[in-house]
């Protein structure tokens, strides 16, 4: 078996300076590219076991996230992935589909040196012990103060951005399409909209809110509750969708129904998932930069183990809106029958 000491032979260093270039400390450039090559030359492969016990870590971190079948959350997780296997770190998976009570009790018994939560408002009480005693990172989706170290985006911004974009091209009659909740407050993205919709001066009413089940926003929701929408004949010219996954159900059931995209009704979505380009026509949304958050997020998370960052530090990512087919200046405003 391949060990430290002949990898540090092979190189012409110490075992210890092996030991920095595998846990990512400093050497020379010249260093590490001897150890790294000595590495490959060997197939070395690092007891993670031992060398968690003589450094009294596990180089291990869980995170707790929503459906990961959602493509948002896949490319948030795919950039946590990456940045803690660069930094030596492999992590745990815990996704929400069972009772929130259950979080403490499983993120106790688990071995790991750090948390990461997505989406954590449901989490937060339940989490609050844990989060005393274990370095942990959160994703907020609320532009708003953290008690602890926490990645921001402003998805009511991001709504908002879509809603503007929308009116800018001349439509009035613009439905949601999203989760519901019990207080817009909950909802960044509903917030977002209600607030644009107040702004411009348009009145919303219940016909106007295409409500999906919470943490139900996928296509075929999206796909089934704008069937319904067809099917009553409610007047609208255009749709702000929660996230691409609903619009592109929604576009799916409006092209079914014979009216054209954008010809008829526009579609505005957010995320920029990779289908939002290929379908047709190709989805006009509110990109959110979903590998680079799980990076920030393993960063923070990182610094706070090693005591290199405050306890309320916070990073904070913005949107863009990408323009591409699915959005068209209105003409006259369209009954859909």
């Known amino acids: 078996m391949v060990t430290r000491k002949d990898v540090a032979e092979l190189a012409g260093v110490s075992s210890s300076t092996v030991s920095r270039v595998l846990n990512n400390g400093y050497v020379s450039e010249d260093v590490r590219m001897r150890v790294e090559k000595a590495i490959q030359s060997l197939n070395y492969v ?11 870590k596990l180089r291990q971190i869980s995170c707790i996230t929503h459906n990961i ?7 948030v997780l795919l950039g946590i992935e990456e940045a803690a296997y660069h930094s030596g770190y492999t992590f745990s998976l815990y996704n929400a589909n069972f009772e929130v009570r259950d979080y403490e009790h499983v993120v106790q018994q688990g071995l790991h040196d750090g948390l990461i939560v997505m989406s954590p408002v449901e ?8 989060m005393q005693t274990l370095p942990t990172v959160v994703l907020w989706d609320w532009k708003s103060q953290s008690p602890i170290p926490s990645v921001h985006v402003d998805l009511a911004k991001a709504m908002r951005t879509s809603v503007e974009y929308l009116v ?9 399409l999203g989760m519901d909740a019990t207080d817009s407050q909950e909802n960044p993205r509903l917030h977002g909209y209600l607030q644009a919709m107040k702004d411009y001066g348009f009145k919303v009413d219940e016909s106007m809110l295409q409500l ?8 075929r929701n999206g796909y089934n ?15 702000a969708a929660s996230n691409d996954l609903l619009a592109v159900g929604a576009l799916r059931a409006i092209q079914e129904s014979g009216l054209r995209v954008p010809d008829d009704v526009s579609i505005v979505g957010i995320d920029d ?4 380009q290929m379908v047709t026509p190709s989805l006009t949304t ?6 680079d958050i799980g990076w920030s997020m393993f960063e923070l998370l990182h610094g706070l183990m090693n005591g290199t960052v405050k306890k309320d530090a916070r990073v904070e990512h913005k949107t863009e809106l990408v323009v591409r087919e699915s959005v068209a200046s209105i003409r006259t405003r369209v009954r859909t029958r």
């Open 168 to 176: 800018q091209n001349g439509h009035e009659r613009i439905v949601f």
């Open 286 to 291: 509110v990109r959110i930069p979903k590998r």
């Open 123 to 130: 989490l937060m009480s339940q989490l609050n012990n844990v």
């Open 225 to 239: 509750q704008m069937k319904r929408r067809l099917l009553a004949g409610l007047d609208f010219t255009a749709v």
């Open 69 to 75: 079948s959602n493509p948002f959350y896949s490319e």
């Open 212 to 219: 999906i089940p919470k943490w139900q926003d996928n296509f």
């Open 273 to 276: 998932i990779e289908l939002s």
């Open 46 to 56: 690092p007891n993670r076991v031992a060398q968690s016990l003589r450094m009294q």
